[in-house]
């Protein structure tokens, strides 16, 4: 700062200029006011940056409107439009996150119908560290299906009913989180999708069973569906509704599998629920 500055800021600070200057315009319109009987709107606005400026120096919340009245209004307009700024005239199109104008343009063409199209290559630097892309194969390989699937208890074990699951099932969510329709539609896509759904705590409902899709029974940790009214494990419940899978044609439920059909995997965590002794083995 100059040394003149510092003389005029020892009597007046210089950071209420723009207060002062407001004040000064207040003065001068509202003599033209008085005099000629125009300019009125001029001395109200002038008027309200000056209570503005007494409002800023009495609060206590925000220093630099403390510091800097009516100015320091700026600082918190410039701030709320920063992103505004930022997106319109600083970042490139292929710059920002998560998604980039571009990216984001994309996703309201396609949206509005409109063509979506780039000619002529692209705008990434495809020479650009960690870029990443994939290249067409002269020689691909035929997948014999979509449908991947890994076998639980196939061959080499002791297994006698092996169960081909889906690497996409529907991961647990009870009942009781859940409503009627909401089970019965995600049964539904399990038994269309050929894949999996977990009961989630809270047993086996009639609704789980409407649709027929593969079930994995999840008992842990109390028990759910297979247990006494002392709270103990019930084997005789866990046997009846066990008999579930298609290879078994016994049990009391057995006309249910073969009318709506249905894998079902017993899930059994770890604590090996329902099929431990008493060390827990």
């Given at each position: ?13 210089v ?73 319109y ?13 571009q990216?984001?343009?994309?996703v ?37 299906t ?57 047993s ?71 099929c431990?002794d008493?060390?827990?083995?």
């Amino acid at each position: 700062m100059h040394a003149w500055l510092h003389r005029i800021d020892n009597h007046f600070p210089v950071r209420y200029t723009v207060w002062l200057a407001s004040a000064v315009g207040l003065l001068l319109f509202a003599f033209t006011f008085v005099a000629f009987g125009i300019g009125g709107i001029g001395a109200l606005f002038f008027l309200g940056l000056v209570l503005l400026g007494f409002r800023d120096t009495r609060q206590t919340r925000h220093s630099v409107l403390r510091n800097y009245p009516v100015i320091g209004h700026l600082r918190f307009l410039l701030e709320f439009i920063r992103p505004e700024m930022r997106q319109y005239f600083i970042e490139s199109d292929n710059e920002a996150a998560p998604f980039s104008r571009q990216q984001r343009s994309l996703v309201y063409q396609r949206a509005k119908g409109d063509p979506d199209k780039r000619p002529f290559g692209t705008q990434l630097d495809v020479h650009a560290s960690g870029y990443e892309w994939i290249n067409h194969s002269m020689a691909p390989t035929e997948l014999p299906t979509h449908d991947f699937r890994i076998t639980i208890g196939g061959s080499g074990t002791s297994c006698t009913q092996p169960y081909s699951a889906s690497i996409f099932n529907i991961s647990a969510m009870s009942f009781g989180a859940l409503s009627a329709n909401a089970v019965l539609a995600l049964n539904g896509g399990a038994k269309r999708g050929g894949f999996a759904h977990d009961t989630g705590e809270g047993s086996i409902s009639e609704h789980h069973r409407v649709h027929g899709g593969d079930l994995i029974w999840e008992i842990g940790s109390g028990y759910f569906g297979c247990r006494n009214a002392d709270g103990s494990f019930s084997e005789e419940r866990f046997a009846r509704r066990g008999n579930f899978f298609h290879d078994t044609g016994e049990g009391s439920i057995s006309k249910w599998h073969r009318e709506r059909g249905g894998d079902l995997v017993w899930e059994i965590g770890s604590g090996y629920f329902g099929c431990r002794d008493a060390q827990g083995r």
